[in-house]
């Protein structure tokens, strides 16, 4: 019986220590939604509401996603990079027209939105609508690419 009692120790030992894998975790991809203040029943992130419809408001709710090598038997996870926020670069498919600007396809509109981290994973870019007016698109379906460095010199994007 102690013979049973100290391999079952054993096996506890064992198997508490063997779990000490340094994972690594990277960002893999950022996914990027219209958002609005307007209530609409649909998804709500700390009082913004996803939209497909932008209309007299022009704000985007950024999913940042990330991988990691296996969280089973993980210890710690060490993020191998960074996202670069400052140079991120979001632009829109079609010309657009904002005051006296005239803007052609795929210009950095990133100067005209503020930043706003949401914590872990989710950030929102919101137009400023105090000192830009809204814009005038050129044609009424748009794509708008959001473009962010990664501190190893990579670059994920969505769409």
């Given amino acids: 019986m102690a013979k049973t009692?100290?391999?079952f120790i054993v096996l506890i030992l064992v198997t508490a220590f063997s779990c000490t894998k340094k994972c690594k975790e990277w960002y893999s991809g950022v996914d990027i939604r219209g958002l609005t203040k307007n209530s609409n029943n649909n998804r709500?992130?700390?009082?913004w509401y996803e939209t497909d419809y932008?209309?007299?408001?022009l704000?985007?709710?950024?999913v940042h996603s990330y991988s990691a090598d296996g969280y089973e038997g993980c210890k710690s996870k060490t993020r191998i990079h960074e996202l670069k926020k400052s140079e991120t670069?979001?632009?829109c498919s079609g010309r657009l027209i904002i005051g006296n600007d005239t803007l052609i396809s795929n210009t950095n509109l990133y100067s005209y939105f503020d930043l706003?981290?949401?914590g872990e994973g989710n950030d929102i870019l919101q137009y400023n609508s105090t000192t830009n007016p809204f814009p005038k698109f050129e044609s009424p379906i748009n794509n708008f690419k959001i473009e962010i460095p990664?501190?190893?010199g990579k670059i994920i994007s969505g769409t």
Avoid: P, V
């Avoid at 709500?44 to 009082?47: C, R, S, V, Y």
């Avoid at 932008?54 to 408001?57: K, Q, R, S």
């Fill in 5 to 7: 009692n100290r391999l």
């Fill in 44 to 47: 709500n992130i700390n009082g």
């Fill in 54 to 57: 932008l209309i007299n408001e």
């Fill in 59 to 62: 704000n985007f709710w950024i």
């Fill in 89 to 91: 670069k979001i632009t």
């Fill in 116 to 118: 706003i981290g949401q």
């Fill in 150 to 152: 990664l501190t190893d």
